[in-house]
């Protein structure tokens, strides 16, 4: 019984010892634990609960990013009267020139009256990928040749109202160009509208000139311009350009402004009163929109 016991106090007595080293080894040889960088002064605490923010010793350094950030160009305002040269590609010079006040407001007044009468508009529909949809604006057409866009075909109309040859004959006068034809707009109120387009139709020649006489509520005329090839058709970084055409503003496009641009008349979210736009044009015979 005695020796049994002394063989398992040695047993015991050894088993310790053992455990003892195992400990040892277990700590001596663990894989050290992550320790931030800037160790805490001694008897300062966790991180956490320091207010010595020594995290903010940390230094960022501000590293240029490789691409320079593309900015979208912020829209340029064009309310001066004035020759305006846009742009200059090889298809040539994008010119346009405001005359605002190119009829005085109390004459526009009138004329206003008239043509808002006088005109026939008719609201036309245009189908766009079999669906068909209303012209948000009535039109009216002017001349001795039909003019065709987006697919609507409007009909020779040679019975000029004589406040429309009137003012003709005064473009004309001014500008030192001759019109044949006349598109007219009107824009009922702030939805009503005409969307990015470019008056380039083959029937319109090369390098057309267009004069636009605006009368009624003053509506923003925009511009953009086409994308180069490499943009893929994204207008996103184009330049653009804010008109605002007021009662009497004569407003001419001439050189590539409609091979190199786009304009619009955008909807308003403020109510606006009607508007009326004519567009005097050259129209040449079909096809090949060459005079014979
Ligand atoms: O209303 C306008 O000022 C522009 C009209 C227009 O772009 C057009 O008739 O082709
Ligand atoms: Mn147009």
């Known amino acids: 019984m005695d020796s049994n016991f002394s063989f398992f106090q040695t047993l015991l007595f050894n088993g310790e ?3 003892h080293v195992l400990l040892f080894f277990l700590f001596a040889l663990a894989p050290e634990a992550p320790v931030a960088s800037s160790p805490a002064p001694a008897g300062a605490g966790p991180a956490w609960r320091r207010k010595d923010h020594s995290h903010t010793q940390k230094q960022f350094v501000f590293e240029k990013p490789s691409e320079l950030e593309r900015k979208v160009p912020e829209a340029g305002v064009i309310d001066k009267p004035g020759v305006y040269e846009l742009s200059k590609e090889p298809s040539g010079i994008s010119r346009i020139h405001l005359i605002p006040g190119f ?23 245009h189908i766009r990928q079999e669906v068909s949809f209303e012209e948000p604006r009535l039109t009216s057409w002017y001349g ?3 003019y065709t866009y987006s ?25 030192g160009h001759t ?14 509208s005409v969307d990015w387009h470019s008056d380039d139709e083959p029937s319109l020649g090369k390098n057309p000139v267009i004069a636009s006489l605006s009368f009624g509520a003053t509506r923003t005329f925009e511009m953009r311009k086409k994308p180069s090839p490499e943009e893929n058709g994204d207008y ?3 330049e653009r350009l804010k008109i605002p ?3 009497g503003t004569l407003l001419m496009m001439e050189g590539a402004t409609q091979e190199d641009w786009q304009h ?29």
């Open 17 to 19: 010892i053992l455990f």
């Open 103 to 125: 009829i005085d407001s109390e004459q526009a007044d009138w004329m206003f009256q008239q043509l808002l009468q006088d005109i026939p508009w008719g609201q036309r529909t």
């Open 144 to 146: 001795e040749l039909p």
């Open 151 to 175: 697919r609507i075909t409007m009909q020779p109309n040679p019975n000029w109202h004589p406040l429309l040859t009137m003012l003709k004959q005064r473009i004309e006068e001014f500008t």
């Open 179 to 192: 019109f044949n034809s006349l598109l007219c707009n009107l824009y009922r109120n702030e939805k009503d």
């Open 236 to 238: 996103t970084y184009v």
């Open 245 to 247: 055409l007021d009662h």
């Open 264 to 292: 619009r008349v955008p909807k308003e979210y403020h109510s606006r009163d009607a508007r009326i736009n004519l567009t005097f044009r050259i129209i040449y015979p079909e096809p090949d929109g060459v005079w014979k």
